[in-house]
T-cell receptor, first 120, second 118 residues
């Protein structure tokens, strides 16, 4: 299957600083990427849908100014947690969808390995 | 809005046995996709199997198969000859079908933690 790389895998930062997480599709072009947040022992909560060359679509309750998403190319989307606070500590996961219309990969989302953010 | 329900928070089974994880969903859509994803301790989400709603035949992938009951909105996962490496969190997920290939979102269930006992 397709490979999605997420970096960094773990980050510890001080309260008030900003943190950038990168999500790259390594062997395919992803017009659409998704950002999720996962609390301990919980399911994945979709934060936003990222489209190449346009503004991200945020889910209800997600602060746009807090979680900045940029999808500047067909292989890279970034999530920046601005002015991070301890309550932002979580596991963040990205996924990318291959824009194929037929075959086994149709409508499959491939996931990165996640980023564990700890805000002190 | 779609909802996905996994009623078994935890399950355990002896190695080599068969286990079935349940999933039900609610939707008014007629065209959609269903998925089972596995999240091992590494936290990497891995696609296990996918089912297209318009296909009556149940999907299979080696030791993994589904029992898709569209009328009952049920989508269970059967793991045969379970192995230690199957120990993971399993998430059932729903995606609306869209012929224009828009930004279809995945809606996840709450997950089932499966432990394979040696």
């Amino acid at each position: 299957g397709a490979v999605v790389s997420q970096h960094p895998s773990r980050v510890i930062c001080k309260s008030g600083t900003s943190v950038k997480i990168e999500c790259r599709s390594l062997d395919f072009q992803a017009t659409t990427m998704f950002w999720y947040r996962q609390f301990p022992k919980k399911s994945l909560m979709l934060m936003a849908t990222s489209n190449e060359g346009s503004k991200a679509t945020y889910e209800q309750g997600v602060e746009k100014d807090k979680f900045l998403i940029n999808h500047a190319s067909l292989t890279l989307s970034t999530l920046t947690v601005t002015s991070a606070h301890p309550e932002d500590s979580s596991f963040y996961i990205c996924s990318a969808r291959q824009p194929r219309r037929r075959g086994r990969d149709k409508n499959i989302q491939y996931f990165g390995a996640g980023t564990r953010l700890s805000v002190l | 809005a779609q909802t996905v329900t996994q009623s078994q928070p935890e399950m355990s089974v002896q190695e080599a046995e068969t286990v079935t994880l349940s999933c039900t969903y609610d939707t008014s859509e007629n065209n959609y996709y269903l998925f089972w994803y596995k999240q091992p301790p590494s936290r990497q989400m891995i696609l296990v199997i996918r089912q297209e709603a318009y296909k009556q035949q149940n999907a299979t992938e080696n030791r993994f198969s589904v029992n898709f009951q569209k009328a009952a909105k049920s989508f269970s996962l059967k793991i045969s000859d379970s192995q230690l490496g199957d120990t993971a969190m399993y998430f059932c997920a729903f995606m609306k079908g869209n012929s224009n290939f828009g930004n279809e979102k995945l809606t996840f269930g709450t997950g089932t933690r499966l432990t394979i006992i040696p």
